[in-house]
C-alpha cells in the first residue's frame, strides 16, 4: 500500500503579528511558494507575508488533513 502525505501547517509574517493555516501535500514547496508570493497583495499569505513555519503536522489521509486544518484554525 502507497503512503501518502498530507501536511496541515501554521505560518507567520516575521514581525509575528499575523496568521496563516493551510493544508498541502508537498510542505516544501508550498513553502516556496509562500516565500515567493510574499508582499503580493493576490493572496492572504502574500499579503501579509506569512512565510515562516511554526507547526506542522503530517497525515495519511487528506480527510483527515482537512479536519486537522480546521482544528487548527477552530483552537
Known sequence: MKS??????????????????????DLVH?????????????TFAGRYSCYKLLYYERYTYYQHAIYGEKDEVLE
Open 4 to 25: 501518502h502525505n498530507y501536511f496541515v501547517y501554521i505560518t507567520t509574517n516575521p514581525s509575528k503579528t499575523m496568521l496563516y493555516a493551510g493544508m498541502t501535500n
Open 30 to 42: 508550498r513553502l516556496e511558494q509562500h516565500r515567493e508570493n510574499r508582499g503580493k497583495p493576490e
